[in-house]
């Protein structure tokens, strides 16, 4: 079974403003589903006729993921308009959304959140980051570390949640993959600085547990920071399928072939082996 995927590698510069960068994404969002985003790089050897099983977006795409003012300042609730408005994009184009991630607001607490949107516009997960970066600044300064795993039955087979900073910790991966994970797919907002890390890391994730690896980054400055790119896509066999550019916003396109997986593991029963 092929599912089509794709990653929207987005720019989050802080010279656009929150309300102004989440009116345009959802613009592009809308225009990327209903295949009108025709000025929008492409990365991928697929045609463009297809229409999408599932997107995803990067992590903190409405703030930045470096920007923890902002974070504070424009927090979204689960039930708000920003999450109302991908599941109308979702129910129509009958795409499944991972969108991403967003400052959540839940009482008193402040939470790095991902949602996982089916393709009839129904909100089927929440995944809130466990490992939050900033080594007692930043993030970890000002938002609450998520309380539990989250694996999802996706188009991309039982799908573990992830985000940014989390991908240096296998340990949740292997707990994910105890779930019965066939897949990863991890938001997130990458420096430059270390994006030979990333690469690493998403390659060896996909390795050790035999998955499908979704990694989404974004490219921009803020507070300081400038973002990487390089969103990727790797294979249970750790094979790089297709990787963005470092510089540019544009749409990575992937044809997933989910008994890779299956296979994969059959031919290199190497988790059978594991004795912690």
Same mark, same amino acid.
């Given at each position: 079974?092929?599912?089509?995927?794709?990653?929207?590698?987005?720019?989050?510069?802080?010279?656009?403003?929150?309300?102004?960068?989440?009116?345009?994404?959802?613009?592009?969002?809308?225009?990327?589903?209903?295949?009108?985003?025709?000025?929008?790089?492409?990365?991928?050897?697929?045609?463009?006729?297809?229409?999408?099983?599932?997107?995803?977006?990067?992590?903190?795409?409405?703030?930045?993921?470096?920007?923890?003012?902002?974070?504070?300042?424009?927090?979204?609730?689960?039930?708000?308009?920003?999450?109302?408005?991908?599941?109308?994009?979702?129910?129509?184009?009958?795409?499944?959304?991972?969108?991403?991630?967003?400052?959540?607001?839940?009482?008193?607490?402040?939470?790095?959140?991902?949602?996982?949107?089916?393709?009839?516009?129904?909100?089927?997960?929440?995944?809130?980051?466990?490992?939050?970066?900033?080594?007692?600044?930043?993030?970890?300064?000002?938002?609450?570390?998520?309380?539990?795993?989250?694996?999802?039955?996706?188009?991309?087979?039982?799908?573990?949640?992830?985000?940014?900073?989390?991908?240096?910790?296998?340990?949740?991966?292997?707990?994910?993959?105890?779930?019965?994970?066939?897949?990863?797919?991890?938001?997130?907002? %990458?420096?430059?600085?270390?994006?030979?890390?990333?690469?690493?890391?998403?390659?060896?994730?996909?390795?050790?547990?035999?998955?499908?690896?979704?990694?989404?980054?974004?490219?921009?400055?803020?507070?300081?920071?400038?973002?990487?790119?390089?969103?990727?896509?790797?294979?249970? %066999?750790?094979?790089?399928?297709?990787?963005?550019?470092?510089? =540019? =916003?544009?749409?990575?396109?992937?044809?997933?072939?989910?008994?890779?997986?299956?296979?994969?593991?059959?031919?290199?029963?190497?988790?059978?082996?594991?004795?912690?």
């Amino acid at each position: 079974m092929s599912v089509r995927v794709g990653l929207l590698q987005l720019r989050v510069d802080d010279s656009e403003t929150v309300a102004d960068r989440k009116t345009r994404v959802m613009e592009l969002v809308s225009a990327v589903l209903s295949g009108q985003a025709s000025g929008l790089a492409r990365v991928g050897d697929v045609g463009a006729t297809q229409s999408l099983d599932v997107l995803v977006l990067p992590e903190l795409w409405t703030v930045g993921a470096h920007n923890s003012a902002m974070m504070l300042a424009h927090p979204e609730p689960l039930d708000g308009e920003l999450v109302a408005g991908l599941c109308a994009l979702a129910r129509s184009s009958h795409t499944w959304i991972y969108a991403g991630s967003f400052p959540e607001v839940d009482g008193s607490q402040r939470f790095n959140t991902t949602v996982v949107i089916n393709d009839e516009g129904v909100v089927v997960g929440r995944y809130r980051k466990i490992h939050l970066f900033g080594f007692d600044s930043g993030e970890a300064a000002v938002l609450t570390p998520g309380p539990e795993l989250v694996v999802i039955d996706s188009p991309l087979g039982a799908t573990g949640s992830a985000t940014c900073y989390d991908l240096r910790f296998p340990e949740l991966f292997r707990g994910l993959l105890e779930r019965g994970a066939e897949s990863f797919v991890i938001p997130s907002g %990458w420096p430059t600085a270390r994006i030979e890390h990333w690469r690493t890391l998403l390659t060896a994730r996909a390795i050790e547990n035999l998955a499908w690896t979704f990694g989404c980054n974004q490219v921009g400055d803020q507070a300081g920071v400038e973002l990487g790119g390089a969103s990727l896509v790797v294979d249970p %066999w750790g094979q790089v399928i297709a990787e963005a550019p470092t510089d =540019e =916003e544009c749409l990575v396109l992937v044809d997933v072939d989910l008994s890779l997986v299956t296979r994969s593991r059959d031919a290199f029963p190497a988790l059978k082996d594991r004795k912690l």
